[in-house]
């Protein structure tokens, strides 16, 4: 099975990187913004991508929903939750 290259919002550490470590058989690529992970997948360069759809700080993370929505024609593979993991004390 080759290797997929999947891009994720960085930095290395970040949740959304940890979210993409879990999977097998990929390559995870840091992506500086939301815009440039999009369009990199839409243009070949990453194989896919894992995006944030809402977070604990800003809740629905509008940058994701507006890319996929207006900017690319894209389809869900997989979606998931993953837990934040605060400590507030």
Do not use: K, W
């Not at 891009?7 to 949740?15: N, R």
């Not at 992970?37 to 944030?52: I, K, Y």
């Amino acid at each position: 099975m080759a290797t997929l290259r999947i891009g994720y919002l960085g930095p290395e550490g970040s949740f959304s990187h940890e979210a993409v470590s879990t999977m097998e058989e990929v390559e995870p690529v840091a992506c500086d913004t939301l815009a440039d992970l999009l369009a990199s997948v839409a243009d070949s360069s990453l194989d896919q991508g894992l995006v944030p759809l809402e977070n604990a700080i800003e809740g629905t993370v509008s940058a994701t929903i507006d890319g996929l929505v207006f900017d690319h024609d894209f389809r869900t593979r997989r979606a998931g939750a993953m837990g934040s993991g605060s400590n507030l004390s």
